[in-house]
């Protein structure tokens, strides 16, 4: 029983080469923990940082309410500068970990076309379909929050383990 702790599911577990490759990636380790705490510290001070009358429209039984008033030129300055400020923090969270030049201009290109397409369906939902407050719950979402990057950092990496075979 005791060597199962050490051997685990699936065979023996070199715990000093594990213990050397987190030194040899200790700033990889410390940046990426820092970027982390950014994306909390964006998600923390939303309410003092954004206009986002959504915020408290999405707390409660939204499904027959309808749409609360919004400023559309400051709603949508507050969602462009929020989405631009999770994607530099997703950007150099990308450049940190891969330290590659054609994944960060990739993930920036990207990233600007989802912008484009989110905001403009965003206001699409918004104007044109007042009873649709699902769509635009979830429109929302991938703008506000780094949801994009959960998507390219384990791609990136599946990138790198085939090139390297």
Same mark, same amino acid.
């Given at each position: 029983?005791?060597?199962?702790?050490?051997?685990? !599911? !699936?065979?023996?577990?070199?715990?000093?080469?594990?213990?050397?490759?987190?030194? &040899?990636?200790?700033?990889? *380790?410390?940046?990426?923990?820092?970027?982390?705490?950014?994306?909390?510290?964006?998600?923390?001070? &939303?309410?003092?940082?954004?206009?986002? =009358?959504?915020? $408290?429209?999405?707390? $409660?039984?939204?499904?027959?309410? =309808?749409?609360?008033?919004?400023?559309?030129?400051?709603?949508?300055?507050?969602?462009?500068?929020?989405?631009?400020l999770n994607s530099i923090?997703? *950007?150099?969270?990308?450049?940190?970990?891969?330290? $590659?030049?054609?994944?960060?201009?990739?993930?920036?290109?990207?990233?600007?076309?989802?912008?484009?397409?989110?905001?403009?369906?965003?206001?699409?939902?918004?104007?044109?379909? =007042?009873?649709?407050?699902?769509?635009?719950?979830?429109?929302?979402?991938f703008i506000i929050q =780094?949801? *994009?990057?959960?998507?390219?950092?384990?791609?990136?990496?599946?990138?790198?383990?085939?090139?390297?075979?």
């Open positions: 029983m005791v060597m199962f702790f050490f051997y685990g !599911f !699936f065979g023996s577990i070199d715990f000093q080469n594990m213990l050397n490759k987190l030194l &040899e990636n200790k700033f990889k *380790l410390i940046g990426a923990c820092l970027i982390v705490l950014g994306f909390a510290l964006v998600r923390m001070f &939303e309410l003092q940082l954004f206009y986002d =009358p959504f915020l $408290n429209y999405f707390q $409660n039984d939204f499904k027959n309410l =309808p749409y609360p008033q919004v400023d559309k030129l400051k709603l949508f300055c507050s969602l462009f500068f929020r989405y631009i923090l997703s *950007l150099i969270l990308i450049y940190v970990l891969f330290q $590659n030049r054609d994944f960060l201009k990739f993930s920036a290109l990207l990233y600007s076309l989802f912008l484009l397409i989110l905001l403009i369906a965003f206001f699409i939902v918004l104007d044109f379909f =007042p009873t649709a407050s699902w769509l635009l719950f979830y429109v929302r979402r =780094p949801i *994009l990057i959960l998507l390219f950092i384990p791609g990136f990496y599946y990138q790198l383990q085939n090139s390297k075979k």
